[in-house]
């Protein structure tokens, strides 16, 4: 939505006087504002009043001094009070002229104009354009988007900051407890402290304490399939899930993707991936994920996010999925790109911070409120690598945690050469965090430093461990390893509960479950690589086996 022009304001109880200054100033200004006319000084200062409540952008006032019902003097004076910034000024006959003086004290005039103004070449505009010129330095415009005001340390202010940076949403921060902004917005809007968050939306609604399922419906996303039939539905947006459905797009099937949270998966939270081919540069994982998102809409497929299925169960050869909301969808076929989540660190004060200094995964939201402080990193993976250096843009300093003697077994070589040469990042080999420690919020990890014990100041912890496959909701349908990682193909073949589980002639498709037209891809099917190029390569390999499928 393109942003509003600041306004011109215009008002004169005489209809031919209005008629020719809101002419005169159109004839001039209308390019880069907006000009309004009204005929009457109450109704304009209504109009005013609604202009702020709207938090519009009002530039320059020009009102007649000698209007019955409110005089041009008290009506700048009152504008005054909602807009200081805008410029004022007093149109005035010969007889006025004391009377504007007067108020270049009382309203804090800007310029009183004698009428007539004729030639408005030589006796207007030179004038208007100076007041502008003033106003347009010193104004700030307002955030043209969403904003979101809670305070920092909040739980859902943080998940609500991922949701929208995760969708790509543009948005504002406002600290309810650091931010002037912030407080009068809140007042303005209706809302008190205990309403945090609240999310104020581009044309001016908002919501408190909203679940990221509300933001979505208003920013307009799809929650409802459309389809009472599909030929596929992709379960998880993750790199592999969005290849499924690209693929399965491009190729003439009637495709569906259900995602829980944000596209991309984990991949989607990296700040930025380097050895992904095609990109020498790199590139964000959010940005990888809203490029397959775009494309696989493009071609066609639908998307229901956040959206999440908790069931999922075969009826005459058809698939039916439930969702949180109690809709069913049924479908053909089924890839199940559901990907992992980071493993809980189970020690004292985890639980009660989550959230709140605690995070799981990249929260690269989080960055910026790091400033010049230390901050620490659980994990020796490729994520945990990345993090490091995103962090180190911000952070004083960035410690990351192992309790191996190196990174040389679970991190890529160049990751490990970047963070060996950046001077603020410093590694804590043989150790682990004890306990994260903090009122409100993390204020100080206690370390086991290779034996020895210590607490030092944090900022934020940021954890990187494990790998914790998201099917608990599918395990009783889909033959999974001791891990919870769905088997698949020759996996299942040689699994010991195969003969009793697959029951088809033919043995499975290389990515299929033992539940025939139930495929997995990516990083929640055992045996897959933990790489953002194989989980596209696996996504997009899924749909031939559909093909195949769907053709017996």
């Not at 393109?2 to 209005?18: C, G, R, S």
């Not at 690209?246 to 991949?267: C, H, M, N």
């Not at 490729?382 to 191996?404: K, W």
Request: aromatic share 8%; charged share 20%; hydrophobic share 40%.
């Amino acid at each position: 939505m393109a942003a509003k022009k600041p306004i011109i304001l215009a008002v004169d109880d005489d209809t031919q006087v209005l008629a020719a200054i809101a002419r005169d100033l159109r004839q001039e200004f209308s390019q880069d504002y907006r000009i309004v006319r009204i005929n009457s000084g109450p109704e304009a200062l209504t109009t005013i009043q609604e202009l702020h409540a709207k938090e519009e952008a009002l530039a320059l006032i020009v009102a007649d001094q000698r209007m019955p019902e409110l005089e041009g003097v008290e009506l700048l004076t009152a504008a005054r009070g909602l807009f200081p910034d805008a410029k004022r000024v007093l149109l005035t006959a010969y007889a006025d002229t004391e009377a504007a003086v007067r108020a270049i004290n009382s309203a804090r005039l800007d310029h009183y104009l004698m009428k007539p103004w004729d030639p408005p070449e030589n006796l207007l505009y030179p004038t208007l354009h100076d007041l502008l010129d003033a106003w347009q330095r010193e104004h700030k415009p307002k955030f043209d988007g969403v904003r979101l005001i809670g305070f920092q340390w909040s739980p859902l202010s943080h998940e609500l900051k991922d949701f929208l940076s995760g969708y790509m949403v543009g948005y504002q921060w406002l600290d309810f407890e650091t931010s002037p902004e912030a407080q009068e917005l809140l007042a303005a809007k209706g809302f008190a402290p205990t309403d945090l968050p609240v999310v104020i939306f581009q044309d001016g609604s908002s919501l408190g304490k909203p679940t990221p399922t509300a933001v979505a419906a208003r920013l307009g996303l799809t929650q409802q399939a459309t389809q009472e039939m599909y030929d596929v539905v992709v379960v998880g947006a993750g790199p592999s899930g969005l290849a499924a459905a690209v693929y399965g797009a491009s190729e003439g099937l009637k495709t569906l993707i259900i995602e829980r949270q944000t596209p991309g998966g984990q991949a989607g939270t990296s700040s930025r991936i380097e050895n992904y081919l095609g990109f020498p540069t790199g590139l964000s994982g959010a940005e990888l994920a809203h490029r397959a998102w775009a494309q696989a809409v493009r071609l066609g497929a639908e998307f229901l996010a956040p959206q999440e299925v908790t069931k999922l169960c075969v009826q005459d050869g058809y698939k039916v999925l439930t969702l949180v909301d109690g809709s069913e969808i049924s479908t053909k076929a089924i890839v199940l790109t559901t990907g992992v989540s980071y493993r809980t660190l189970d020690v004292p004060g985890m639980d009660r911070l989550s959230g709140a200094g605690v995070y799981y995964g990249a929260a690269r939201t989080e960055a910026r409120n790091c400033d010049q402080q230390d901050v620490y990193i659980v994990g020796g993976g490729n994520s945990a690598g990345q993090a490091a250096m995103y962090l180190a843009t911000y952070a004083r300093r960035v410690f990351i945690v192992i309790r191996g003697a190196d990174l040389a077994a679970s991190m890529s070589a160049y990751l490990i050469e970047q963070i060996r040469t950046t001077p603020n990042i410093e590694l804590l080999p043989f150790s682990q965090v004890k306990e994260v420690c903090g009122q409100d919020h993390l204020e100080a990890v206690m370390l086991d430093l290779n034996g020895t014990v210590e607490k030092r100041p944090a900022r934020a912890l940021f954890v990187f461990i494990g790998a914790k496959p998201s099917t608990e909701w599918v395990c009783d349908l889909v033959a999974c390893d001791s891990k919870g990682f769905l088997l698949t193909g020759r996996d299942l073949v040689t699994d010991p509960r195969y003969p009793e589980l697959w029951k088809k002639q033919r043995e499975p498709y290389l990515l299929e479950t033992c539940v025939p037209g139930i495929f997995a891809a990516g990083d929640s099917r055992a045996g897959a690589m933990a790489r953002v190029a194989s989980a596209v390569g696996e996504g997009s390999m899924a749909i031939k086996f559909v093909h195949q499928y769907l053709d017996e």
